[in-house]
């Protein structure tokens, strides 16, 4: 899987909008954008993934850059809970995919009462 | 949660005994994975499975072995467990959905190796 680049940590306060960036300068076509987060002392969970149109769900909203070299994960009106580490992770669901799914160390946002 | 369960939760040892940490999943994920986490270095891949007896390793495969004789059981086994293998472990299974896959992990187990 092509690699990405998250920045270590972020803060915000709370109620506020927060803009998650990832940078993935090698994506490929086939390539779908994977967020999950990892809250403390649990495993991480599937936040959204899209492809080239932005996503929205109601953890989130993904936005997709138009040349798919980077993504933001937007989440809209932050709460105490939402203080965890945010992965970006690339997955290509090909035939002859690589399933080694490879996490980095994500971004540890910090959100301030 | 996908229908996942790891056991055991914690577990404590002494440094050159086996450890077998269990898997199980009850929905016949075909994917099954392996990771550690440790401060400072995020979550690694350990080892994967795509299918009873078809295993691969991941970034940190030294000193373990998995293996998985039927779908709903991903075994991991520490053959002579080391300090360095002191961690928090996550088993996870991928499912289709929205053309990609979704990854579901358990909620993971502590070892300590002494």
């Known amino acids: 899987d092509a690699k990405t680049t998250q920045p270590n940590s972020m803060e915000s306060n709370e109620e506020e909008p927060v803009h998650l960036p990832c940078n993935h300068s090698t994506i490929s076509g086939t390539d779908y954008i994977h967020w999950y987060r990892q809250l403390p002392s649990q495993g991480p969970e599937y936040v959204i993934h899209?492809?080239?149109s932005n996503v929205n769900n109601r953890m989130a909203s993904l936005a997709i850059a138009e040349d798919r070299k980077s993504s933001t994960l937007i989440l809209h009106r932050a709460t105490l809970r939402d203080a965890a580490v945010y992965y970006c992770?690339?997955?290509?669901?090909?035939?002859?995919?690589?399933?080694?799914?490879?996490f980095g160390k994500g971004t540890r946002l910090h959100i301030l009462p | 949660d996908a229908g996942i369960t790891q056991s055991p939760r914690h577990k404590v040892t002494e440094t050159g005994t086996p450890v077998t940490l269990r898997c199980h999943q009850t929905e016949n994920h075909r994917y099954m994975y392996w990771y550690r986490q440790d401060p400072g270095h995020g979550l690694r891949l350990i080892h994967y499975s795509y299918g009873v007896k078809d295993t691969d390793k991941g970034e940190v495969s030294d000193g373990y072995s998995v293996s998985r004789s039927k779908t709903e059981d991903f075994l991991l086994t520490l053959e002579s467990a080391t300090s360095s293998q002191t961690s928090v472990y996550f088993c996870?299974?991928?499912?289709?959905?929205?053309?990609?896959?979704?990854?579901?992990f358990g909620s993971g187990t502590q070892l300590s190796v002494l």
């Open positions: 996870a299974i991928s499912e289709l959905a929205g053309g990609s896959e979704k990854l579901f």
């Open positions: 899209g492809l080239t």
């Open positions: 992770i690339l997955r290509d669901v090909g035939v002859d995919r690589d399933d080694k799914i490879i």
